[in-house]
């Protein structure tokens, strides 16, 4: 395999292929408008792992860059797993010195506990104390609002 080179800030981004793997493959964003793929970018640290120049991987850390980061959307192309890739983003990530002074970073998976681990992420101290309110096809109930305030 070629060259991983890493990259961030939306400008370096193919919010197309982003687009593509949120809405056809992953199991948390399926359906999802590609306007409100590109509002997320423009508000999130985004970081993306190249080869070849083809985006591979992606990930986005929707923070404050003081006290706070949520580590979203994070994932490789099938053909590209299995290399290091999500380990090389999550550790350009942990570097930045924003990162280093967030007081909490969070995140949601359901099949990649291992990975996250590395990263020193651990089950939730106080469980009881968070609380969530979940819309998870908001996405479809807005599609249209979302498609014309991209085309504003």
């Known amino acids: 395999m070629s060259e991983v080179i890493i990259k961030t800030g939306k400008e370096n981004m193919d919010v197309k292929t982003i687009h593509r793997y949120l809405s056809e493959d992953s199991y948390w964003a399926r359906g999802i408008p590609y306007a409100m793929v590109d509002h997320s970018l423009t508000h ?11 985006q591979v991987g992606f990930g986005r850390v929707i923070t404050d860059y003081y006290t706070f980061g949520w580590f979203a959307d994070i994932f490789v192309l ?3 797993q299995g290399k290091g890739i999500a380990r090389k983003m999550l550790s350009n990530i942990m570097m930045q010195p924003w990162s280093k002074r967030l007081r909490r970073m969070m995140l949601n998976t359901s099949d990649a506990h ?3 681990r590395q990263f020193q992420f651990k089950d939730l ?3 009881s104390n ?5 819309n998870p096809n908001i996405h479809l109930l807005y599609k249209e609002e979302i498609d014309s305030s991209k085309a504003s």
Do not use: K
């Open 44 to 54: 999130s640290f985004c970081i993306g792992a190249f080869v070849n120049g083809q």
């Open 78 to 80: 099938p053909a590209f």
């Open 114 to 116: 291992g990975l996250y």
């Open 125 to 127: 101290a106080t469980p």
């Open 130 to 134: 968070i609380l969530e309110l979940y």
